[in-house]
């Protein structure tokens, strides 16, 4: 299936699989790649059980694209790119499947931006991934200013971004950025064992899980946990889950 020309997707059995698909430019951010992406997981969303997103070409995504930004800074219509781009991102967290951000040669800027909004990472040992805004004279415009400080903590997401600092994916994952990284030669088994063991999990308990985090992190603790009982007890009380329970008593 294709949903435009700049984000292709395929469904592989219970498997979605997004590709940002604007390799001359490593898949930078146009308002059609940002619209396209959100289509995407949205639509394979709910014929899916877990997806994937990677780039075209070797990268990832290179962040917004410079012709693009340009041409709509000087129609005044740039607010579009920004507020398209958001939504893709913020799309991940309301959807009740796993999003896998496959990670491969350049994730910067708005594609590191991505990636922090992923449910899970998996990289290349030799991915380069960076918020380079400050390199440029920017101001993170993807969200990073806001995930990357709840992923790191404010001190150490400041020095990454004031100093434009880069990373390779063994450093993401050691920073926890990225769940785990490989080879250029175990990638692909990697991305294929993350799936595998994705698709092994009761989608009704991912799904509710997904939604305890992300609704959790908009509260406090206490309001968190609160809604976690709440949602195990609906959980329980759902006859297939008994039924399995009932199967493991038995075992």
Excluded at 74 to 80: I, K
Aim: charge should be negative; hydrophobic fraction near 50%.
């Amino acid at each position: 299936m294709v949903l435009s020309d700049v984000v292709r997707t395929r469904l592989d059995g219970e498997v979605g699989h997004v590709v940002l698909n604007r390799p001359h430019v490593r898949n930078a951010i146009t308002i059609a790649l940002a619209d396209g992406l959100h289509d995407a997981l949205v639509d394979l969303a709910g014929r899916a059980r877990v997806i994937v997103v990677r780039g075209a070409g070797g990268h990832f995504c290179a962040g917004g694209d410079v012709e693009e930004v340009t041409r709509l800074g000087a129609s005044g219509e740039l607010r579009g790119l920004f507020d398209a781009f958001h939504r893709a991102c913020s799309v991940v967290a309301t959807l009740p499947v796993p999003v896998v951000a496959a990670v491969e040669g350049s994730a910067t800027a708005g594609g590191f931006e991505f990636a922090q909004a992923a449910d899970v990472v998996v990289v290349r040992d030799d991915a380069l991934l960076a918020d380079n805004h400050a390199r440029l004279g920017q101001v993170p415009a993807g969200g990073g200013s806001q995930r990357l400080p709840r992923l790191l903590g404010a001190q150490r997401a400041l020095t990454h971004i004031l100093l434009g600092e880069r990373l390779s994916g063994t450093e993401a994952v050691a920073l926890g950025l990225a769940w785990r990284s490989a080879p250029a030669a175990g990638f692909e088994a990697l991305v294929d064992d993350v799936v595998a063991r994705l698709l092994r999990a009761d989608p009704a308990a991912t799904a509710r899980t997904k939604a305890l985090v992300h609704e959790g992190l908009r509260g406090s603790l206490e309001d968190g946990l609160a809604r976690e009982t709440e949602v195990v007890l609906e959980h329980l009380a759902d006859p297939a889950v008994a039924e399995r329970l009932a199967r493991f008593r038995t075992r």
